[in-house]
C-alpha cells in the first residue's frame, strides 16, 4: 500500500464531463493502492455515475478545502480549476510541498507532445514560489495516455451483450438482424438526417438518458419508430454500466471527452460530437484527431477513413443537413479495432501518471 496521498480538485463546467473523468481517475488511482480525495463543487452526478462510490476515494465539498484539509503527496487540478487560494498557501507552507499537477484537457494537437510534462514556475499569488507540471492526456507515446484501468480489456472481451441488454429489460433485446446504435449527444441538428439513415435497415437505437433521448422522442413521436428503425429511452447509466453499452453497440454516437475515450476502448465504430466552442477551435482539435487516426489507415482502411471523416464534419458542423451516409460497418469495424491496438501499446494514463510522480518526488 503507497503512502501517498492525492487531491483532485474538480469544478463542474456542464454534462458532467469534468467529474467523469475525475471520478475514473480518482478511482483507477485508488485501485492501485493511492488514497484519493476528490474535491468538487458539485457531487450530484455521482449519485448515478458511481453509486457504490470506490474504496479509498472520498468526496469532499470543493469549497471546504479553503479552511479544511492538509494538502497531499500529490495535488491534481483538472482542466486548470484551481484550488482554493487557502489550500495552495498551506501547499507552500509545507516542509515538502506536494506535487502539484495540472491535467490538461484532451487533444491530439501538436501542441501537446511539446508541453506534455513541462513546470510553469508560479512567481505570483498563493502558490508563489511552487511548480506546477502540465500533464496531457493523448494518443501517442509522447503524451500521458488515455485512462484504461487494469483488467478493463479482459472484461470487454468476456462481456455477453444480449444477455447485458436482456437484463435491462425485455424489450432492449436485439431482434434478428438489428444492429445496435447508442446515441450519447449535445443538441444535434443533424440528428433527422441520421434517424433516416438508421431508418433504412433493421435497427435498435438505445439513446441515453438527457439530450439524445429528449431529441429522438421529438422526432420518433410516441411510438419511437420510424421505418425500420426502434428506438428505446435508457435510464441514467453508471459509468460501468455505459461502458457495457458502448461494448454491446455496433456504432457509438459520443460527446465530449469521457465518453470519447470509452469509445476507443469498445473497439467498434464511432461518430465523435466533440463540444463545440464560439471560436471554433473544437474543429481544429476534431480534424487533429481524424488526421492521426487516419494514419493507421492502409489500403481499404484508406477509403474507410475518408468516409468517417465525411461523417464527423456532417456531426459536427452546427447546421442541419440534407442526408448522412453511414460507412459500411463491417469495415469500418476492421479499421476501429486497428486503432484501439495502436491505442493498447501505449502505456494507460494513471500508470504514466504514477511513473511521472515518482520520477519527480525522488
Not at 72 to 80: D, K, Q
Not at 87 to 111: C, G, H, K, T
Not at 133 to 141: D, I, K, R
Not at 263 to 277: F, H, K, L, M, T
Amino acid at each position: 500500500m503507497s503512502l501517498r496521498t492525492w487531491d483532485i480538485f474538480c469544478r463542474v463546467i456542464d454534462n458532467h464531463g469534468d467529474i467523469g473523468v475525475c471520478w475514473r481517475l480518482a478511482a483507477d488511482l485508488a485501485s492501485r493502492g493511492e488514497p484519493v480525495c476528490l474535491w468538487v463543487d458539485d457531487a450530484s452526478a455521482l449519485a448515478w455515475m458511481a453509486p457504490s462510490g470506490a474504496a479509498g476515494v472520498s468526496v469532499r465539498a470543493f469549497e471546504v478545502a479553503a479552511f479544511e484539509g492538509e494538502p497531499g503527496s500529490v495535488v491534481v487540478e483538472a482542466f486548470g480549476c484551481d484550488p482554493p487560494a487557502a489550500f495552495v498557501q498551506r501547499m507552500v507552507e509545507m516542509a515538502a510541498p506536494p506535487l502539484w499537477i495540472n491535467l490538461e484537457y484532451l487533444s491530439a494537437e501538436d501542441f501537446v507532445e511539446r508541453s506534455h510534462g513541462l513546470a510553469s514556475p508560479q512567481m505570483s499569488g498563493p502558490g508563489t514560489g511552487l511548480l506546477k507540471w502540465f500533464f496531457y492526456p493523448g494518443f501517442t507515446p509522447a503524451t500521458g495516455g488515455l485512462i484504461r484501468e487494469p483488467g478493463l480489456m479482459a472484461r470487454r472481451e468476456a462481456f455477453d451483450r444480449e444477455a447485458w441488454l436482456a437484463a435491462l429489460d425485455t424489450y432492449f433485446i436485439r431482434r434478428a438482424g438489428e444492429r445496435v446504435v447508442s446515441l450519447f449527444c449535445y443538441d444535434q441538428p443533424a440528428l433527422p438526417a441520421l434517424i433516416d439513415a438508421l431508418s433504412d435497415e433493421p435497427t435498435l437505437l438505445l439513446a441515453t438518458h438527457g439530450h439524445g433521448a429528449r431529441q429522438a422522442k421529438a422526432l420518433l413521436g410516441t411510438e419511437l419508430g420510424q421505418g425500420q428503425l426502434r428506438a428505446v429511452e435508457l435510464p441514467p447509466l453508471t459509468q460501468i454500466d455505459y461502458d457495457r453499452l458502448l461494448w454491446a453497440s455496433d456504432l457509438n454516437f459520443v460527446r465530449g471527452e469521457d465518453s470519447f475515450v470509452r469509445a476507443q476502448w469498445a473497439g467498434a465504430p464511432s461518430v465523435w460530437q466533440i463540444y463545440p466552442q464560439d471560436d471554433g477551435a473544437h474543429l481544429v482539435k476534431l480534424d487533429a484527431f481524424m488526421q492521426l487516426q487516419a494514419k493507421t489507415s492502409v489500403d481499404a482502411d484508406a477509403e474507410v477513413a475518408t468516409s468517417v471523416q465525411r461523417l464527423w464534419h456532417a456531426w459536427n458542423g452546427g447546421s442541419p443537413v440534407a442526408s448522412i451516409d453511414l460507412p459500411t460497418l463491417s469495415a469500418w469495424q476492421h479499421w476501429s479495432v486497428r486503432w484501439r491496438d495502436t491505442l493498447l501499446a501505449q502505456q494507460d494514463l494513471v500508470t504514466s501518471l504514477l511513473r511521472f510522480v515518482d520520477e519527480k518526488q525522488r
